[in-house]
């Protein structure tokens, strides 16, 4: 099998026309991957973005897909099929947030948007393509799931993104769990789990106590190192996984009171505005 399961790979980047997806797809190009697949809403950002990563000799081709709808995520795969054959490296990035108390959130606009675009779109992406990754036994495939520590603990402010993340946890981790015990190893999900990044996604969002506000090529960085070496979790920075033990072994209130007084959890989204 090929060392690098990047490169002659054909990868495919949902929400890659800014922020982490592009830096993604820019890691893919210089890894030498055969073709590059760059999937979002803005067809006029991810064609620039994909005319721009081609005069490097890739072929990266941007296609307008939401997915959050199901039949465009399967004619998307149709079209991917059609120019470059199925993908052997599917990473999960795109993602919306919403800032507000539960009984804010409209139900089509936030609850439902959320769960089709961070959760439900990576699950049926997936599904179009993993039976043909695993019938392709000749090269390493991978999968990349973009989650949040916001799936790890619970947090006011946000608790349809967090249940989102939840579930998408739940299900990659599954999918890992399933793939190793059906023998079909030579497909490796890594899970990424990161606080706080500076993509204009979580603006005005406070980093809780030792967690800084990571820039978004610190954490692409450890995502796609963990996804080369089929890491199941990389969690950033390292109070994620110090909060999910705490979390795990102190009662409910004790919990709540450290995150809400000494490490500033429950606050971190007060002054919440988004990308506007």
Same mark, same amino acid.
């Given at each position: 099998m090929t060392a690098n399961p990047i490169t002659d790979a054909l990868v495919l980047i949902t929400g890659g026309a800014r922020g982490m997806g592009e830096i993604y797809a820019r890691r893919a190009v210089a890894a030498r991957a055969r073709a590059v697949a760059l999937w979002d809403i803005d067809e006029d950002a991810v064609t620039a973005v994909a005319a721009e990563l081609s005069r490097s000799g890739v072929d990266v081709?941007?296609? @307008? =897909?939401?997915?959050?709808? @199901?039949?465009?995520? /399967?004619?998307?795969?149709?079209?991917? @099929?059609?120019?470059?054959?199925?993908?052997?490296?599917?990473? *999960? *990035?795109?993602?919306? =947030?919403?800032? /507000?108390?539960?009984?804010?959130?409209?139900? =089509? @606009?936030?609850?439902? /948007?959320?769960?089709?675009i961070n959760t439900l779109a990576a699950m049926w992406l997936t599904r179009e393509v993993l039976p043909d990754m695993i019938a392709d036994t000749s090269r390493p495939k991978r999968i990349l799931n973009i989650a949040s520590a916001a799936g790890t603990l619970a947090n006011p402010n946000m608790s349809v993104y967090a249940s989102s993340k939840w579930a998408l946890i739940g299900w990659s981790e599954s999918v890992r769990l399933e793939l190793e015990g059906y023998g079909h190893g030579h497909i490796k999900v890594t899970t990424f789990c990161p606080s706080y990044i500076s993509t204009g996604m979580f603006e005005g969002a406070r980093g809780p106590l030792m967690t800084p506000i990571m820039t978004p090529r610190y954490a692409t960085a450890a995502a796609w190192n963990g996804m080369l070496r089929g890491t199941p979790m990389v969690l950033r920075p390292w109070t994620v996984k110090l909060s999910m033990a705490l979390r795990g072994v102190l009662p409910t209130r004790t919990w709540d009171f450290l995150a809400r007084y000494v490490f500033k959890v429950y606050s971190s989204m007060d002054q919440f505005t988004g990308r506007k």
């Open positions: 081709r941007g296609y @307008r =897909v939401d997915v959050s709808q @199901r039949e465009e995520i /399967a004619k998307g795969v149709e079209r991917v @099929r059609a120019d470059f054959g199925t993908p052997d490296v599917i990473i *999960n *990035n795109a993602g919306i =947030v919403r800032g /507000a108390p539960f009984w804010e959130h409209d139900p =089509v @606009r936030d609850i439902e /948007a959320t769960m089709r």
